[in-house]
């Protein structure tokens, strides 16, 4: 669970440096108003493109791990019945 949060801080951190990163550098460039806005469009574009492939990692993890818990709880539901029916085998 912490190497989960940890991963997404990281990436959280990681986006939002690349976005401060690219903001500043545009901002600091000698250029006309024109290229600086387009400058600044491109660096939003490349920032969400990122932003929505590191999500689908994250969603692709969290589906992956929510069927490893549900097989996992599946088998113990199993074992639990199993359990239960020689039970009310022995009762019988």
Known sequence: MA???KGSKF???AVLGTVAGAVAGVLMAP???KETRKDISD???K??????EGS??????GKAKAKK?????????ETVKGKVTKKDAKKA
Do not use: C, N
Request: no cysteine; net charge positive.
């Open 11 to 13: 990436f959280l951190g």
């Open 3 to 5: 190497e989960k949060k």
């Open 31 to 33: 250029k006309s108003g």
């Open 56 to 61: 689908k990692k994250l969603v692709a993890r």
């Open 69 to 77: 818990i549900g097989d996992k709880v599946s088998k113990e539901a």
């Open 43 to 45: 660096g939003a574009k």
């Open 47 to 52: 920032a969400s493109k990122k932003a929505k």
